[in-house]
């Protein structure tokens, strides 16, 4: 720990980050020093990738603040500074949505396509506390428009093929822009078989179809005033799951939003942005496919969501301001229903979700203050109201069993501040900062009855009397960039105070078949996390250019014990070559031996690994069309591994070619 501390200080007292695409240049114009994974326009999509059509989780995985909890090949959930999605935002388009399943087989970005996804905005810390309370960051993804650029008809197609898991994809997308309006319409379909992991062993239940519908429409009422509507329509039917005991028949969503943003003519005041919104997400567990199922279970889930946010820009001397007022709403409500083998017995019904309804507001304050052409001061802070019910009666009384004098709601007050200074000059920069932060103990560690965990194999029972998780942090970064060469390197350090993880309680009898036993929900005196990433890129010449990338994590509670699913160290590195209209790339990656896993914590050790892929590609241009094909290798020698993040140790893909053809005019 000592080393830890001390490698953040020599980080504060030395230079840092600056973007590492660009060379950075004397500016009074502050910059957030976000992560930004661009991945383009619809027409544009295909240059921007080595994959074009490849999931938003294979995307989100270039991140080194981001990890991927693997449960099957479909809907992998995000862990930020390795942290899970409990201590994480992860919005659309700056929209609160919540999963249906307890057993998060639906992040929310399963229900977004790269399609119709312009780039990943990545928060580390509480520089995502903007979008609400959170602990390890935010991740706000945000889709494409037209934006009254480039007038008229413009339309794509998009179709690609793997041989691993013979999956078919099939997308198209229509825009269509005048001076007043705009319609951007997109869509994609995917069909996948059973994946083969190394050495030709075929993993089972890993199949899944989906289709996401997206339409966004603007109207521009003068210079300053627009109004925008949006849908998103996606669905999931038959997603296996190998690394669980049951898969999905079916996970669908509704997303909806209605934007008015106002440019007033005031000189302090660049933008104001208000949305309403409104999701609804259903998700349905299944094991009838299963074979020798002990007794059959149906877990539907249901999420609703209502919200909306207002936020003004602006700038007033040398203070550039935001202010945020937002707002949510959600029920969250899921049920298990056990069907006996004798149909003369009666049916098991119990809620797992009791119906929990969550209402929340905060108010965010930032200023971003330059101090000079070099330097810059950011104060952000907010203040939050959380606040909980328990609306079924059945589903009350069954946690009122453990807690007897539990209340049927609970109001939270959340708060968090931060600070971070950065100052670059002729390339060089460096910044640090601190923060502190709360969050609500989610639905399912606040309110959950008998969910069972098949990494541990225990059942797990809410706690509504859990504190406020709060962390302090610090974050420190370091950088040099000029025409040719670029590196950075950023930290962050995190103390958890009120740690929540469930812990065994023999005094009770699990409900699940060949379960270990049940954890109740608790907090820990504290725990530490610590994230160092790496990220180096050196154009050659000016047709090859190198990128590496170095991540090292660690995680420790009170006790001295490792945490679960922190990665080993992990690793990256690419040499592209470009020429006229052909483009190439070779690519390895890998992990490190585990050396810091919890067995504690039901954790297995994973193996050291290294993965090599390669990817090419030709741009055709006719007459103002282009046709993209792209072709590559991934895991060209077919090693079978598993990675830390994969749930009970799941093997990855083995070889795969893939082809992605784009044709846009």
Known sequence: MKKIILLMVLQCLATVSIYAQEQTKDTITPKDLNEVIVIGKKAQLSQKQAKPLATIDEYLQQSGKIEMIKRGSYAWEPMINSMATERTLITIDGMRIFGACTDKMDPITSYIEVSNLAEATIKSGQQGACHGATIG??????????????????????????????????????????????????????????????????????????????????????????????????????????????????????????????APKSARIDKWETKLYYNTITHRMDDTKRPAVPIHMDMPGWSDTYGFYSKAKGVLNKHHFTADLNSFYNRSIAEMTMYPTDPKENLMFMFTWPDVRTF??????????????????????????????????????????????????????????????????????????????????????????????????????????????SSIEGNTSLGYANKKFSAKLTSSYFHISNYIIGKPDATLIPMTIGGSGVKIYTALEYATIFNTDLNLEYQINDRFKAKGQLVYN????????????????????????????????????????????????????????????????????????????????????????????????????????????????
Do not use: C
């Open 137 to 262: 960051g935010a991740i706000d993804l945000k889709r494409n428009r037209s934006n009254f650029a480039n007038l008229g008809w413009k339309a794509s197609v998009n179709t690609g093929y793997e041989t691993n898991s013979n999956q078919k994809i099939l997308g198209t997308a229509i825009n269509y822009v005048n001076k007043s309006f705009y319609i951007d319409t997109d869509f994609m379909y995917r069909d996948a078989d059973n994946y083969k992991a190394g050495k030709n062993h075929e993993v089972l239940f890993s199949q899944y179809r989906k289709f996401n519908i997206s339409t966004t429409s603007g109207f521009l009422f003068n210079k300053n005033k627009l109004i925008e509507g949006s849908i998103i329509y996606d669905k999931a039917t038959d997603v296996g799951y190998p690394a669980l005991p049951m898969d999905v028949s079916l996970a669908e969503a509704l997303i909806t939003s209605l934007k008015f943003e106002y």
């Open 554 to 665: 660690y995680g420790k509670d009170f006790e001295d014990e490792n945490l679960p699913f922190i990665s080993p160290l992990r690793y990256s590195a690419t040499l592209n070559y470009k020429r006229n209209q052909f483009s190439s790339e070779i690519m390895v990656q890998g992990n490190a031996t585990q050396t810091q896993y919890s067995p504690f914590y039901g954790e297995d050790r994973t193996p050291d690994y290294a993965v090599l892929n390669v990817a090419t590609s030709y741009l055709f241009v006719v007459d103002g069309s282009k046709l993209n094909v792209k072709a590559g290798i991934e895991n060209i020698l077919d090693t079978y591994y598993s990675t830390f993040s994969d749930w009970n140790s799941i093997p990855r893909k083995g070889r795969n070619f893939f082809l992605n053809v784009t044709f846009s005019y």
């Open 360 to 469: 929340y507001g905060s108010l965010f304050l930032e200023d971003n203050i330059v101090l000079n052409t070099n330097s810059s001061l950011k104060f952000s802070g907010s203040l939050a109201n959380h606040f909980n019910k328990v609306a079924d009666q059945l589903g009350l009384e069954s946690l009122q069993i453990f807690y007897p004098t539990m209340k049927d709601s609970k109001s939270r007050v959340l708060k968090s501040i931060s600070s971070n200074y950065s100052y670059t000059k002729n390339g060089f920069g460096y910044g640090f900062g601190l923060a502190y932060g709360a969050r609500a103990p989610s639905v399912s560690e606040g309110y959950g009855f008998y969910l069972f965990n098949s990494f541990d194999r225990y059942d797990y029972i809410g706690n509504p009397g859990l504190k406020n998780e």
